[in-house]
């Protein structure tokens, strides 16, 4: 049973067992008035479509691409990062973000992710993070696009919609030469984080009067100034990156920096990228403390303000050199201790312990920019002040939803992301469903998910 229809494509089945000319199938359904038409069919998308359908809502989802869920793929390496169980840690729009994921945000979404037949790790891998248990992005779209045909949600691609109009009690919505009409209508357009187009589709609500708040490139990696240093592309670390503005530390993260040709990329210094593309008038630099390792720090994960974090500790590194110098030839003080590359950028001028510390633990570069084309996701979008932050309706145009990316929402590495997409599609497509705006403690039970989106045995 197969309801993705392409524009290119000549016939496909309908669902009940039926053949017609998709170019039929697509005026017949933007002649109907649907109940909620979804435009986007990455992670919110599809999770609000669901979500709309499992309410007995007619849902049609209009995917600009030439199949749904392209981004989808990409996330976590290719293993899709699903959610993260630690604590929720949300940069812009945090209110709103802690109000989709409520107090069982987890829960609820490794239920109906199971509702759609996907198989969920059970146990947390480092750092709280969760993925499919086939530990491939590929089972989890698949899981979405046949609980799709399950539910009769009808899947358009190759439908770049162009406008949203508001008519009365309805919505008219654009794609090409062909216009839909719907009395609900969820935007989960995604960012342009990751993907050719730099633009998004952000004027569809601007033109609606809602607010854009300016964009900003988030997670990727950093680029420095790496003349001298070439010796160093392809050293993996374990490190604690401090980013300064004009000399002053703004943000820290520890964790793995992966040096390059371009400059410094990994976990540690995603975190970073965001507050750098912010800073460009300021002298940016990066400094890098190798204290863990060398054991002399915890090789943890973590991401906080920089104003208020500790000094390296320069002295415990001199003392770690004493102790070797006693009882080695100065030739061969990093020999077991650091990588051959990386002892002999430290050590090119042969400095005296005390110096050696101090680039051991504060070892500067200049960034020079961020790889924009690389981000994972975006800062900035459309402003949360204007939806009901529990159903997601927007505040000026009732009847407007909105989900995902397209919102001014950012989190941190490690599946924060993505579980704010699903999350909030589920809440708009239940909500767009109903046609209504209420409080869904009680509605969004991890039992309710379970049943309502079960695979059909």
Excluded at 218 to 232: F, N, S, V
Excluded at 292 to 305: E, I, N
Aim: a neutral charge; aromatic letters at 4%.
């Amino acid at each position: 049973m197969d309801i993705l229809v392409n524009s290119g494509e000549k016939k496909k089945s309908t669902g009940d067992g039926s053949v017609c000319d998709a170019a039929h199938r697509t005026v017949a359904c933007a002649r109907a008035r649907l109940d909620v038409l979804v435009v986007g069919g990455g992670a919110a998308g599809l999770a609000a479509a669901l979500s709309a359908a499992a309410e007995g809502a007619r849902v049609t989802v209009l995917e600009k691409e030439d199949r749904p869920g392209k981004k989808l793929l990409k996330t976590g390496n290719g293993r899709c990062n699903l959610m993260n169980v630690g604590p929720p840690a949300y940069f812009n729009g945090e209110p709103l973000a802690l109000s989709v994921l409520g107090p069982n945000g987890p829960d609820r979404l490794r239920a109906f992710l199971s509702g759609c037949g996907l198989r969920v790790m059970s146990a947390p891998e480092e750092d709280g993070r969760v993925y499919p248990a086939s530990g491939q992005a590929a089972s989890v779209l698949d899981a979405l696009r046949f609980a799709c045909a399950r539910r009769s949600v009808r899947v358009f691609t190759g439908r770049a919609v162009t406008g949203i109009q508001r008519t009365g009690d309805a919505f008219r919505v654009r794609a090409g030469d062909e216009v839909f009409t719907a009395r609900r209508v969820i935007a989960a357009c995604g960012s342009p984080a990751g993907v050719r187009d730099r633009e998004g589709a952000y004027h569809l609500l601007t033109a609606l009067g809602h607010r854009m708040i300016p964009l900003i490139p988030a997670l990727c990696p950093l680029e420095c100034d790496m003349r001298g240093l070439g010796a160093l592309k392809g050293l993996r670390v374990p490190a604690v990156l401090t980013l300064k503005a004009d000399g002053i530390p703004v943000t820290q993260a520890g964790g793995e920096a992966l040096l390059s040709e371009s400059g410094v990329s990994g976990i540690a210094a995603m975190q970073l990228s965001c507050d750098a593309a912010a800073r460009s008038a300021a002298r940016r630099t990066l400094s890098m403390d190798f204290s863990p390792l060398m054991d002399l720090a915890p090789r943890t994960h973590f991401h906080r303000d920089g104003s208020g974090a500790p000094p390296p500790d320069a002295g415990a590194v001199k003392a770690l050199l004493d102790a070797r110098l006693a009882i080695l030839p100065r030739g061969d003080l990093f020999t077991g201790l650091l990588p051959r590359v990386l002892a002999e950028v430290i050590d090119r001028d042969r400095p005296e312990p005390r110096a050696l510390a101090r680039r051991l633990t504060a070892f500067e570069m200049t960034v020079t920019g961020v790889r924009a084309s690389a981000a994972q996701v975006m800062r900035g979008g459309i402003d949360t002040a204007q939806f009901d932050p529990l159903t997601l309706e927007s505040l000026p145009v009732p009847g407007l939803y909105c989900a995902g990316e397209m919102l001014d929402v950012d989190g941190d590495c490690g599946g924060f992301n993505l579980m704010f997409a699903f999350l909030s599609g589920i809440a708009a497509g239940r909500a767009a469903a109903r046609g209504r705006a209420e409080s869904f403690a009680e509605e969004l039970r991890v039992e309710s998910f379970a049943e309502e989106l079960r695979v059909e045995s």
